[in-house]
Nanobody
Framework: QVQLVESGGGLVQPGGSLRLSCAAS????????MGWYRQAPGKQRELVAT???????NYDDSVKGRFTISRDNAKNTVYLQMNSLKPEDTAVYYC???????????????????WGQGTQVTVSS
């Protein structure tokens, strides 16, 4: 079982910055994709950014150039640096880790999903 613990959310003014962290613990595999998703009130959960165990990253267009996802494999932790925050970035941010038992399962996209509890980010003056 994998546990994900998020931290770093809070209230920030427009144009400000926050850094979210997500630490994984438990029985974890070396092949994974970790990502951040967000859900605003009345909206569906949406992808923000992902990073693979190999270091490849992917971003939603709405955050490109403002957010940066990174990882520290030694700490089993992924970060989301959020700069130039806008009111429309307000949401609950969730960390997700998808684990793959082998390269073959990764190529087949047959992984195991784990979610964090979420952390609130509010951008308001």
């Amino acid at each position: 079982q994998v546990q994900l613990v998020e931290s770093g959310g809070g209230l920030v003014q427009p144009g400000g910055s926050l850094r979210l962290s997500c630490a994984a613990s438990g029985t974890i595999f070396s092949i994974y994709v970790m990502g951040w998703y967000r859900q605003a009130p009345g909206k569906q959960r949406e992808l923000v950014a992902t990073i693979t165990s190999g270091g490849s990253t992917n971003y939603d267009d709405s955050v490109k150039g403002r957010f940066t996802i990174s990882r520290d494999n030694a700490k089993n932790t992924v970060y989301l640096q959020m700069n130039s925050l806008k009111p429309e970035d307000t949401a609950v941010y969730y960390c997700k880790r998808t684990e793959y038992s082998s390269t073959a399962s990764y190529l087949k996209k047959q992984g195991y999903d784990h979610w964090g509890q979420g952390t609130q980010v509010t951008v308001s003056s």
